[in-house]
Nanobody, 121 residues
């Protein structure tokens, strides 16, 4: 089973940008679909996903046009570029991986430990 480690979170003002990174170690990275989820105190929700080859990309409606997921299979890394951040984006952001492409929490095979993103007004 792969291990995932997120980085890049922080405290920023509304309208600012952050770039999250998730580095995978262990199993062959390119065979995994990769995702970003986020969790506010009460629930965890899907944010973005990208298939192993990068051909299939999906976003939560509220982040479309602001966030961009990408991957570099040679570097075993997935990114989440977050622009025009809003206070409601504040959450712990988790990187996840699955063998089967999905947007469901229960379909994820591997989770990272999370990185905090806080957007102030």
């Amino acid at each position: 089973q792969a291990q995932l480690e997120e980085s890049g979170g922080g405290l920023v003002q509304a309208g600012a940008s952050l770039r999250l990174s998730c580095v995978a170690t262990g199993r062959t990275f390119k065979f995994y679909h990769m995702y970003w989820f986020r969790q506010a105190p009460k629930e965890r929700e899907f944010v973005a996903g990208i298939s192993g080859s990068g051909d299939n990309i999906r976003y939560k409606d509220s982040v479309k046009g602001r966030f961009a997921i990408s991957r570099d299979n040679a570097e075993n890394t997935v990114y989440l570029q977050m622009n025009s951040l809003k206070p409601e984006d504040t959450a712990v952001y988790y990187c996840a991986a699955s063998r089967r492409f999905s947007t469901g929490v229960v379909d994820m095979d591997v989770w990272g430990q999370g990185t905090q993103v806080t957007v102030s007004t």
